[in-house]
């Protein structure tokens, strides 16, 4: 409510107590009278000061109507149509809750100071991350649906694809201004950090710069783009930074800790990575700076002396009936060209650390199961298949070949025989597992615990692509794919915060879920009815002060 000054025709001041509401049809600002006061002229002969007198009226009234036990009378008119959708969002105020934690708002409002555009950019980069968090999809969606939520949005769809273009050249500005804000109101544990690649396939003909062919997680023949992410000790993300497809994963690692070492101040960082970062020039970086790796080895591709050190028994402890691991101090030789083409000749002092789990050995046979079976079946009926849909499985095929134009397979000059050999050679190492350090004073039992936290940056791309739906991407400018990843990056860093909040006891897609089904229908002026109500919503609630079990609110 407010104190509305009405001038008369007779030019007198009529003074009157109002409340505005958007009419949820035509969006359009509706007054209503709440009490009449009189003329200010008169009043001025009861009150010194009637303006301020009844601006503390209204702030009491609003007061009085924001308590708990306030009553609102309701008139339900039976012979009333539904015009539209009158459905809200209410549960994305959680997450509005961190965004402005982060004081992302301001970010934008200083930087659009500078420039002259006729759009708010913070309202377009609040839409599409509350969009892509709460119902994911084309920027064209999120716009369409944007009254799902109580936010000003009056921006057109060309403003979207505008400010894309202007997010993209913010994207590094706006990562470093979200770390440090976290730092600032969490702090952040960087003492360890967690690097990983994955990739997005684009469903395209033509390859451009950024997206290019290569080698697909997913094992799609499409161009990609290639991802690095960071992410700390808390499995809250760091920073990001996209690559072109064909880029290999090991060459995109030491771009982006160079970055963010110089732009962040981290500097004491323990890198932990799996095998494909595993190179060389990777290691003997990391290996003199001030805080080191931890990787993985692989055993199958390794040396023969490698190999020999995890078959032989000796030395390994059984720390229980399904595990046993052994250790020892190496001396690994570096030999590469570096950025200047300077060859670089080191000797790096590491641990490596060798485990064995019966678990994990029973796991890799269980996989490989289904590989065999399909290799057995194409042996049986070659004519069924191709060279994308034998993937994994043609490795255990002896005289195997491809057509060049169709990827069939053409009938082989000899006959099509299963690789015993290959799968006796690998089912040595099951159960196996080779964790190097340059870390070489530290514990086995840190070595090994720390590795482990790399399933925290596997759960964050799997909520990248599973519950962001990041991919499909439907812009296809380089500018506006970057815009559409730094997007998807705000939203990881909300939902990621509010998990690490409740300590991680809810997955993100159930956190998600129960914040989209948070929603309310109007049922007359600024009166709004809520419906849903779970244990997930009351545990956020408690988070940010928000009480999501009321029946009602204006």
Not at 264 to 275: H, N, R, T
Not at 288 to 299: D, H, I, L, W
Not at 529 to 535: A, G, I, S, V
Request: with cysteine.
């Amino acid at each position: 409510m407010y104190l509305k000054k009405s001038k008369t025709n007779n030019g007198r001041v009529y003074l009157t107590i109002a409340e505005g509401h958007r009419d949820p049809v035509t969006k359009r600002i509706r007054t209503t009278n709440v009490k009449k006061i009189g003329y200010l002229d008169a009043l001025e002969n009861e009150y010194p000061d009637p303006i301020a007198h009844f601006t503390r009226v209204v702030e009491e009234m609003n007061l009085k109507m924001a308590e708990e036990n306030k009553q609102a009378n309701i008139i339900v008119d039976m012979n009333l149509r539904i015009t539209g959708n009158l459905r809200k969002n209410f549960g994305y105020v959680a997450l509005s809750a961190v965004y402005h934690e982060l004081e992302i708002d301001k970010f934008f409002a200083s930087r659009q100071q500078s420039v002259d555009i006729g759009y708010n950019m913070n309202a377009v980069m609040r839409l599409l991350v509350f969009a892509r968090l709460l119902s994911p999809g084309s920027k064209k969606k999120a716009y369409e649906e944007k009254e799902w939520f109580f936010e000003r949005s009056d921006f057109a769809l060309a403003d979207v694809y505008r400010a894309l273009s202007r997010f993209s050249a913010l994207g590094e500005a706006l990562q470093l201004w979200i770390h440090e804000h976290i730092v600032a109101k969490y702090g952040r544990d960087t003492s360890i950090t967690y690097y990983d690649v994955t990739n997005y396939y684009f469903e395209i003909d033509e390859q451009d710069d950024l997206r290019r062919k290569g080698v697909s997680k997913e094992h799609h023949p499409d161009p990609i783009v290639q991802m690095g992410l960071f992410i700390d000790n808390c499995g809250l993300p760091v920073a990001y930074q996209l690559f072109p497809g064909n880029s290999n994963d090991c060459t995109t690692l030491l771009p982006i800790i160079k970055r963010i070492r110089r732009q962040y101040g981290i500097g004491k960082a323990v890198v932990v990575s799996d095998k494909g970062l595993n190179t060389q020039k990777n290691a003997y970086y990391l290996a003199n700076s001030r805080g080191g790796y931890v990787f993985s080895q692989s055993v199958r591709g390794g040396n023969e002396e490698l190999k020999s050190y995890v078959l032989n028994q000796r030395g390994y402890q059984w720390t229980s009936e399904y595990y046993k691991k052994k250790s020892r101090q190496f001396t690994r030789n570096v030999d590469f060209e570096d950025d200047n083409g300077i060859r670089v000749q080191a000797k790096i002092a590491e641990k490596q650390v060798v485990f064995y789990s019966k678990d994990y050995d029973a796991k890799a046979k269980a996989d490989r199961a289904s590989v065999i079976k399909k290799a057995r079946t194409i042996i049986s009926n070659p004519q069924n298949f191709n060279k994308h849909n034998t993937y994994g499985a043609a490795k255990y095929i002896r005289h195997i070949e491809y057509d060049k134009d169709t990827g069939k397979i053409v009938e082989p000059k000899s006959l099509l025989v299963f690789n015993d050999e290959l799968l006796a050679e690998e089912e040595k190492y099951d159960g196996y597992y080779v964790i190097v350090s340059s870390r070489h004073q530290e514990t086995d039992d840190w070595i090994i615990d720390t590795y482990k936290g790399l399933w925290r940056i596997e759960e964050t791309f799997r909520i990248s692509k599973n519950d962001l739906e990041a991919r499909p991407v439907y812009v296809s400018r380089d500018d506006r794919i970057q815009a559409h990843f730094l997007t998807c990056f705000v939203a990881m860093v909300i939902i990621r915060l509010i998990q690490f909040k409740l300590n991680y006891s809810f997955s993100a897609g159930k956190i998600l879920e129960s914040l989209a089904m948070s929603c309310c229908s109007n049922i007359q002026h600024n009166l709004y009815l809520f419906d849903y109500y779970d244990d997930v919503i009351e545990k956020v609630g408690s988070l940010f002060d928000i009480d999501f079990s009321k029946k009602f609110r204006t």
